[in-house]
T-cell receptor
Framework: GENVEQHPSTLSVQEGDSAVIKCTYS??????FPWYKQELGKRPQLIID?????GEKKDQRIAVTLNKTAKHFSLHITETQPEDSAVYFC???????????FGAGTQVVVTP | DSGVTQTPKHLITATGQRVTLRCSPR?????VYWYQQSLDQGLQFLIQ???????AKGNILERFSAQQFPDLHSELNLSSLELGDSALYFC???????????FGPGTRLLVL
């Protein structure tokens, strides 16, 4: 099955700086990679996703890049704000028809 | 609001007891997933259903069981509860297997 590794496990950044979270996956057939944000005690919420036919996708301050050859994808948050503080999970679809496999999560702390 | 509903929001019970958690997926979604999230932990996949049939199993204990009914709502049954079962239990749904999962608000279970 799919194995997703996520780094770092914790990330502290100063407000205004950029944050980068990286994930690697094992199944070369994976073709869908969403990112979720989970605030304390709340549900994980989809913030951005990318499919294997594109290499990069951007939505305001958030961007995701995908390198299919190296089997890794990354989340980039620019101009971080305190409200970006949360746990971020990456995920990869198992093969073409499988369920999502989640990474272990990254705790992001943005300090003013 | 993701459109996924879960009841109850909170549940306090004693060791050895049995509880049932309920999930209603988003309208039109055929696939339902159950996750367990302990304090400061990631999302542990328990089980997945698609259109009434079990499709994948994760680290689900034998004391736990689930089902998806013809109206597509799902129930997670937890029996012979132990202190370590205290956690947030999330249900998620997706239109099809491997597609974007939308999470419910979760049920917070406390076993005393």
């Amino acid at each position: 099955g799919e194995n997703v590794e996520q780094h770092p496990s914790t990330l502290s950044v100063q407000e205004g700086d950029s944050a980068v979270i990286k994930c690697t996956y094992s199944d070369s057939a994976s073709n869908y990679f969403p990112w979720y944000k989970q605030e304390l005690g709340k549900r994980p919420q989809l913030i951005i996703d990318i499919r294997s036919n594109v290499g990069e996708k951007k939505d305001q301050r958030i961007a995701v890049t995908l390198n299919k050859t190296a089997k890794h994808f990354s989340l980039h948050i620019t101009e971080t704000q305190p409200e970006d503080s949360a746990v971020y999970f990456c995920a990869a679809k198992e093969g073409s028809w499988g369920k999502l496999q989640f990474g272990a999560g990254t705790q992001v702390v943005v300090t003013p | 609001d993701s459109g996924v509903t879960q009841t109850p929001k909170h549940l306090i019970t004693a060791t050895g007891q049995r509880v049932t958690l309920r999930c209603s997926p988003r309208s039109g979604d055929l696939s339902v997933y159950w996750y367990q999230q302990s304090l400061d932990q990631g999302l542990q996949f328990l089980i997945q259903y698609y259109n009434g049939e079990e499709r994948a199993k994760g680290n689900i204990l034998e004391r736990f069981s689930a089902q998806q009914f013809p109206d597509l709502h799902s129930e997670l049954n937890l029996s012979s509860l132990e202190l370590g079962d205290s956690a947030l239990y999330f249900c998620a749904s997706s239109l099809d297997i491997g597609e974007t999962q939308y999470f419910g608000p979760g049920t917070r279970l406390l076993v005393l």
